[in-house]
């Protein structure tokens, strides 16, 4: 018998800004692996990022604006208060700490999944949590031999997989492919041009009124 709670969904990103690239994918990719909320969860300090990122408040202030009408989104907010960079592994030691019973999905785009090795602790990773991975345009690289190797040992192709165990599993979903990324929406506002269909409308007037990435160098 199956005795473990519902799965919990667990989305990271530095979301500078959040876009329709994150909310789309997620939202179908939640519903094909059957987990019912997702916490957007914003990094403080990013570590795999070149450029230094907009004030956490704002970024915080844009992701509540752009996931407001979905009620299977909400904020994690306990990477962004804190002073130290965002590990994930760290995060999810904590919420295996408060959640012993429940499997923890961490949701990631294609691009993500290529870089995984990179993390901090990655193998360690799949001791805690299982991946749900989102499509992701210009993704569909070769896969490395050590990602064919771990897809080969830990890829599952039914959500019952991901819900009959607590971690160590992971679910390529098949999500719409949005080219839409942070960096180019930085890019655009910075040159004044449209951002139509990229981002929610109050995310682009939040931009507007707090006067965002309009004198940023590096995107
Ligand atoms: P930047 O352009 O600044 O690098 P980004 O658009 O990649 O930012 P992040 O906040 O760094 O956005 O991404 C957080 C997560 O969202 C990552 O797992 C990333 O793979 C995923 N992601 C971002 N954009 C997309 C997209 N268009 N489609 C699918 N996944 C995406």
Redesign the pocket.
């Known amino acids: 018998m199956n005795t473990l709670r519902p799965a919990l969904g667990i989305?990271?990103?530095?979301?500078?800004p959040?876009?329709?690239?994150?909310t789309q994918?997620?939202i179908v990719a939640a519903r094909q692996a059957a987990v019912q909320s997702v916490a957007m969860l914003p990094c403080h300090i990013?570590v795999?990022?070149a450029?230094a990122p907009s004030a956490s408040r704002h970024r915080l202030a844009m992701l509540k604006l752009a996931i407001e009408q979905y009620p299977q989104l909400y904020t994690d907010e306990r990477e962004i208060h804190s002073d130290t960079p965002s590990y994930t592994i760290h995060t999810l030691r904590a919420l295996r700490k408060e959640y012993p019973k429940h499997p923890l999905c961490f949701?990631?785009?294609?691009?993500?999944l290529h870089s995984l090795m990179s993390w901090n602790e990655w193998q360690a990773l799949f001791e805690y949590c299982h991946f749900v991975v989102?499509?992701?345009?210009g993704s569909k690289k070769p896969l490395s031999e050590e990602l064919t190797h771990l897809l080969s040992q830990r890829q599952v192709s039914t959500n019952n997989a991901l819900h009959n165990a607590l971690n160590g599993k992971i679910f390529l979903a098949d999500?719409p492919?949005?080219?839409?990324?942070?960096?180019?929406?930085?890019q655009r506002i910075k040159e004044k041009q449209p951002t139509d269909g990229m981002l929610d409308p109050k995310v682009r007037r939040y931009i507007e009124t707090h006067k965002l990435y309009q004198l940023s160098t590096t995107?």
């Open positions: 989305f990271g990103g530095t979301f500078d959040v876009h329709y690239g994150h994918p997620v990013p795999h990022k450029h949701f990631i785009g294609m691009d993500s989102c499509c992701r345009p999500t492919e949005l080219a839409i990324s942070s960096s180019e929406i930085r995107f």
